[in-house]
């Protein structure tokens, strides 16, 4: 049977285009009710006999047994091991990766992430104290494939903000472990790691069991069962995000080689079979030509099934009025990923308002910034980039208010304070304010 990668096609002038595009975007979040309870059942039981549960559901889920959860602990030696004995070219792609993804999370915590202060003109000091967490737990998945850059986008942050210890969590079915993994965590400084995966990892970072050390907040991405056991135990720990299928939205005006802009979409339709993949052009023409070389390419594909499926079902090519149009269309639909494919980016940049990260020119394939550009790949999915940004040194903070009120300052604060806290109705608030002013 011949696969076919069959996007919708779609045009902004048709009368029913609203409806067409809101069917093409809409997703089921709904987990599976067995997932959830299954979920429940592990958070709780990990909750209650900590390491002991731990070591049967790794045990059951990955048919790896151990003794002891320490027996599931890399050490340092295992993973500068794995970091040295990497073929040259990997170690070399390894270390430049990691090396441009620090320097930007540096850049980062210098622009957004540092304490200030000022005082006003009656001595009053009034600022933010900016401080790493404690201690942060990184998932990593593992199983059908091996994620060496999330890694280094959950890790390399979260030591940038001064972390002093990052737990990495990975899967390892059946014991094998990923040396370009274990490698990522020797360059990214992580402090411990073990081969634990889904819920159950989840719910020992936040938990805490007599070996895994609770954590503040917990980071990186899973599969069904690490996103609902995130959901259940936030506001035990942080998290960064629920993510949702990964996503691709293409601006093109039609001077990139098609073939090019037929790639891209590819790169996210592999995936999975959810993953969506959007172009958007008002030259009917080359959306044309880059369906064409869809086709053409689909064949050369060792993930060709899934791409067609990704495609077939959430993808769509869309003729637009214009790039101006199709930069408001963008903003509606607020793609985790958002290409430029234009000779004129920074013309339709300054157009675009939600998206969470944006790539611009046609050299700025998609895939680097996932591996190598610097800026994190972790981005906010299913529209919630109109609200959420990417993964970042912040996430690895938090901030403290500072206030320190002058005496003089108090007589002119302590009064607004008073009248607004008998507005309230709360007496002791007021008094509190009052005892600070100066007898007249």
Known sequence: MKLIADPARLSSASGTFEQELAAR???????DAAIEQ?????????QQRGDAAVLETTARFDRLTAASVAELELTQAELKSAHDSLPTV????????ADRVRRYHAAQKKACGESWSYRDEDGTLLGQKVTPLDRVGIYVPGGKAAYPSSVLMNAIPAQVAG???????VPTPGGEKNPLVLAAAYLAGVTRGFTIGGAQAVAALAYGTATVPKVDKITGPGNAYVASAKKRVFGQVGIDMIAGPSEILVLAD????????????????EHDELAQSILLCPDADYIAQVAQAMHRLLPEMPRAEIIAASLSGRGALIHTRSMQEACEISNRIAPEHLEISSREPHRWEPLLR???????????????GDYCAGPNHVLPTSGTARFSSPLGVYDFQKRTSLIEVSEQ?????????SVLAHGEGLQAHARAAEMRLKSS
């Open 25 to 31: 975007l809409h997703w089921s979040s709904a987990q």
């Open 38 to 46: 299954r979920v429940a059942d592990i958070l709780a039981d990990v």
């Open 90 to 97: 990997q170690r070399d792609a390894l270390a430049a990766a």
């Open 163 to 169: 972390v002093p210890e990052i737990i990495m969590m």
């Open 254 to 269: 039609g001077t990139t080689p098609p073939d090019w802009v037929a790639m891209d979409l590819f790169s996210q339709a």
């Open 354 to 368: 939600h998206a969470g990260a944006i790539f611009m020119g046609a050299y700025t394939t998609e895939s680097l």
């Open 409 to 417: 300052g108090a007589q002119v604060l302590s009064r607004i304070a």
